[in-house]
């Protein structure tokens, strides 16, 4: 007798002739979190295969000044400037330092502009997946004004 009034009086014991109302919301809410568990793996592996592409701008900038080592225009504007436009930055001599700081080419990082999507989808659609998140905004902003533009210029005729 003293065995089944332990059994009756133990919280932890399951009891069979009533069930309680929490343990049911316990179970649906663990049942909840499992769920959002589930999710956030999901999300977090859908995170890891987003890789986003990086492209090259042709510029290089010093780390200790700010200045910009632009391909295209060499450092022929600056005094005392060699370096002929057109001149990658991986091809300046070794010796080739900033003309405003005198920083090496070690200080130099290269500015690169991130084409957000996955890097598997790059190639699909008319080229416009490929382009920057600014070239996209122009491409849509601009062909609304220009439809806009147009709209208006219906007004004009009449």
Excluded at 123 to 133: E, I, R
Aim: hydrophobic share 35%; aromatic share 10%.
């Amino acid at each position: 007798q003293q065995q089944n009034a332990l059994e009756v009086t133990d919280p932890n014991a399951p009891s069979t002739a009533l069930s309680d109302p929490m343990d049911e919301a316990m179970e649906e809410m663990d049942e909840q979190t499992r769920e959002a568990m589930e999710k956030a793996k999901k999300a977090q592996l859908l995170r890891e295969q987003e890789v986003f592409m990086k492209k090259s701008t042709g510029i290089h900038k010093c780390t200790n000044c700010d200045w910009e080592y632009d391909e295209t225009k060499g450092d022929s504007m600056m005094i005392g400037g060699m370096i002929k436009p057109g001149t990658k930055f991986e091809d300046l001599p070794a010796d080739w330092r900033c003309p405003v700081c005198r920083a090496s080419k070690d200080a130099f990082a290269e500015v690169v502009e991130e084409i957000p999507g996955f890097e598997v989808n790059q190639g699909y659609g008319f080229g416009t997946n490929s382009w920057t998140a600014g070239q996209k905004n122009l491409a849509i902003f601009g062909g609304l004004g220009i439809f806009f533009l147009l709209f208006l210029s219906g007004y004009a005729m009449s």
